[in-house]
Nanobody, 119 residues
């Protein structure tokens, strides 16, 4: 199983970035996909999640109205569009694929991609 994030980098405050998370080795359409982030000295926090059913996504309070998660089941990829970026959005962003059932819990993480928001 591979979960590979890309798209991070340096951006000025107010700018935008789009992160991608490509997966392989899983039945992507069966997995809930989420983005998390961890800033230096802070705990990892949930940024956004989109279920396997593709219903209404959920967002962390700090990113609501600025970030949008989406998925393309034909490409086995989930995206995070980040707009109006703030310095406090600086963090390593991680992609997670999770599928749970009555007798199993499969959980896969990527290695992370760094986002740095600074002027």
């Amino acid at each position: 199983v591979q979960v590979v994030e890309s798209g991070g980098g340096l951006v000025q405050p107010g700018g935008s970035l789009r992160l991608s998370c490509a997966t392989s080795g899983i039945t992507f359409s069966s997995y809930d996909m989420s983005w998390h982030r961890q800033a230096p000295g802070k705990e990892r926090e949930l940024v956004a999640v989109i279920t396997s059913a593709g219903g209404t996504p959920n967002y962390g309070d700090s990113v609501k109205g600025r970030f949008t998660i989406s998925r393309d089941n034909t490409k086995n990829t989930v995206y995070l569009q980040m707009n109006s970026l703030k310095p406090e959005d600086t963090a390593v962003y991680y992609c997670n694929a999770r599928r749970t059932g009555r007798f199993f819990d499969r959980d896969f993480w990527g290695q992370g991609t760094q986002v740095f928001v600074s002027s």
